[in-house]
């Protein structure tokens, strides 16, 4: 199998920085009432802050998630296991919509659903978020501000070019609801970080999951050429340190090797070589700027084979040498 050159003709490149530039922060709101489930929404909260702990991982990073819990008067929500959640209120801040927002039920959604303060609130901001989501009961408070169930109302909200529809929860129970309530979750995951994110958020999270939630996760053959490119080229950027070939990378974007090189070069402005090899120098810079290893143990670590071969493209690249670069880099950092 032909593995990518790690010795491209490019002259001139400077290293990409060793810290991931700063992420575009995108708000999850998920509102709970009394007696609502922790599973379901234990487990999109917790799907969020798996796709934080691997995004934060990348050398780029693409977004991060803020998640934050929410109810009508704020302070301690008992869930239907008694475990109390710490809340915020409800409050006009939120007018100006969320990225997403899940509504989780419980005994609480039935008065909720009566409630024309509540109701009001969930109307407005619904106006200004992108994807709005039931978890188990919660579709009763939706169905009465006439956002799903009701006639007229869409049963769904849009998001990029898909239409994501709303989770009935309440026909599944227990493990049934921890899967309907992650799909929503990792759909938006997968939008914002792809495809390999949001499977292996599924896999950390419940091991087996992915191959349950196939249909969600899978390419449905919808997605353009475009997105393919740029999940292969995040596929390339999260396993840079193996020894891994652009025959690999077309395989993911399901093109042809030719094809494949001919659209990356097209989207990304750079050859998936290049790509590979700046993904790999990223992580050699910031090895020899955090850690005291050294560089032939560097060189194993970020897919580059061995020192030596590290310190003919360092040379080739930015004309010094990579102990010279630690070096510059710290004094640097000292100054």
């Known amino acids: 199998m032909p593995y990518a050159t790690l010795e491209p003709a ?4 400077m290293p990409p920085q060793p810290r991931p530039v700063q992420a575009e922060v995108k708000r999850i709101a998920i509102l709970l009432f009394d007696g609502f489930s922790l599973l379901g929404a234990g487990i999109v909260a917790e799907v969020f802050h798996m796709a934080n702990e691997l995004s934060s991982a990348k050398t780029k990073t693409d977004c991060t998630y803020d998640v934050r819990f929410l109810s009508v008067e704020g302070g301690n929500v008992a869930c239907s296991s008694s ?16 990225d997403a927002l899940f509504v989780a039920g419980g005994r609480g959604a039935d008065e909720a659903a009566k409630d024309d303060r509540i109701i009001e609130w969930v109307r407005r901001v619904n106006s200004k978020t ?3 989501k039931a978890i188990s009961d919660g579709r009763k408070v939706l169905e009465a501000a006439g956002i799903v169930g009701a006639p007229g109302a869409h049963d769904g909200q849009r998001y990029g070019n898909a239409m994501i529809h709303l989770v009935r ?3 599944t129970a227990d493990a049934g609801d921890r899967y309907e309530s992650m799909k929503g979750a990792l759909l938006i995951v997968k939008r914002d970080l792809g495809l390999d994110v949001s499977r292996n958020v599924a896999e950390r999270l419940m091991p ?9 996760l899978g390419d449905s053959g919808a997605a353009s050429a475009g997105d393919k490119i740029r999940a292969a080229a995040r596929w390339l950027q999260d396993n840079c340190e193996r020894p891994i070939s652009v025959v690999d990378a077309a ?4 093109m042809s090797e030719r094809n494949f090189l001919r659209r990356f070069k097209i989207e990304m402005g750079i050859t998936p070589s290049d790509y590979l090899l700046q993904a790999r120098l990223a992580v050699t810079c910031a090895l020899l700027t955090d850690s005291e290893l ?6 194993r670590r970020s897919g580059m084979g061995n ?6 493209i360092f040379r080739k690249r930015l004309l010094i040498s990579p102990t010279e670069y630690r070096m510059q880099s710290r004094r640097e950092a000292n100054v």
């Open 294 to 299: 050294p560089v032939d143990k560097i060189a």
């Open 208 to 216: 087996g999951s992915a191959a349950k939630l196939v249909s969600i």
């Open 169 to 171: 929860d309440d026909q």
């Open 10 to 13: 490019v002259m001139g490149w």
């Open 83 to 98: 475990v109390r959640v710490w809340t915020d209120g409800l409050d006009a801040r939120h007018y100006g919509g969320f």
């Open 251 to 254: 395989q993911v974007a399901a």
């Open 130 to 132: 992108t994807v709005v």
């Open 307 to 312: 020192g030596d071969r590290l310190a003919k």
